[in-house]
Every structure is written in structure tokens, then in C-alpha cells.
């Protein structure tokens, strides 16, 4: 089993950053390919992007070259970096966790998941 707690979100103007974090505990934070996904009202949950456990990332074009995912396997915890940020940028941020040391793109391949952090970004 693993825990996912996410925290940083909240209300920023748009041109500025967040920082997201994910705690997580349980299983071998180490061998988990972590994601981060987001959900703007009304619409469908879209991935973000995520980091192997090697460390190696990959994000969506939408968010491409304004944030940034690391990872501190000693702390546990994955971050997403976002700078530049947009009115579209706008939903709840999840955290998620695969056990696998491969990422994916696809939702349905995690197994765990945080509970969501709320962004808002206002115009």
C-alpha cells in the first residue's frame, strides 16, 4: 500500500509559480514511477506528466517547458514546478503512484493516489 498526500496549491496570479509536493509512505517510495494529473471542473482528468524511478520525466505538450517534476527518494516526495502558469491551468492536481519503474500517461495504470490539491490561477 502507499499513501499519497498532496500540498502547495492554492491561488495564484497567471505568469506566476506553484510548487507542488507529494508525500508518500508505504511501499518503497524508490521503486515507484510517480505521475501528476489534473481535473478542471467539468472536465475529464488529463495527465501532466511524471518521473520514473530513475529520475528520467516526460510531460504533456500543454504544460511542456513550464514545468518542472522532481523527485527526493530520501524525503519521499515528488514535486511539480510550475511556472508561467495560466487561467488553464486551473484544477485540481493530483499525485498518483505506479508500482513499476516505468511511468505511463494513462490514469488507469496507477495504483494509488493522493487526494488532490487545488490550483486556481486568475487572470
Known amino acids: 500500500q502507499v499513501q499519497l498526500v498532496e500540498s502547495g496549491g492554492g491561488l495564484v496570479q497567471a505568469g506566476g509559480s506553484l510548487r507542488l509536493s507529494c508525500a508518500a509512505s508505504?511501499?518503497?517510495?524508490?521503486?515507484?514511477?510517480m505521475g501528476w494529473f489534473r481535473q478542471a471542473q467539468g472536465k475529464e482528468r488529463e495527465f501532466v506528466g511524471l518521473?520514473?524511478?530513475?529520475?528520467?520525466?516526460y510531460y504533456a505538450d500543454s504544460v511542456k517547458g513550464r514545468v518542472t517534476i522532481s523527485r527526493d527518494n530520501a524525503k519521499n516526495t515528488v514535486y511539480l514546478q510550475m511556472n508561467s502558469l495560466k487561467p488553464e491551468d486551473t484544477a485540481v492536481y493530483y499525485c498518483?503512484?505506479?508500482?513499476?519503474?516505468?511511468?505511463?500517461?494513462?490514469?488507469?495504470?496507477?495504483?494509488?493516489w493522493g487526494q488532490g490539491t487545488q490550483v486556481t490561477v486568475s487572470s
Open positions: 498518483a503512484a505506479r508500482t513499476s519503474y516505468s511511468g505511463s500517461v494513462r490514469e488507469t495504470e496507477y495504483e494509488y
Open positions: 518521473i520514473s524511478w530513475s529520475g528520467t520525466t
Open positions: 508505504g511501499r518503497a517510495f524508490s521503486a515507484n514511477s
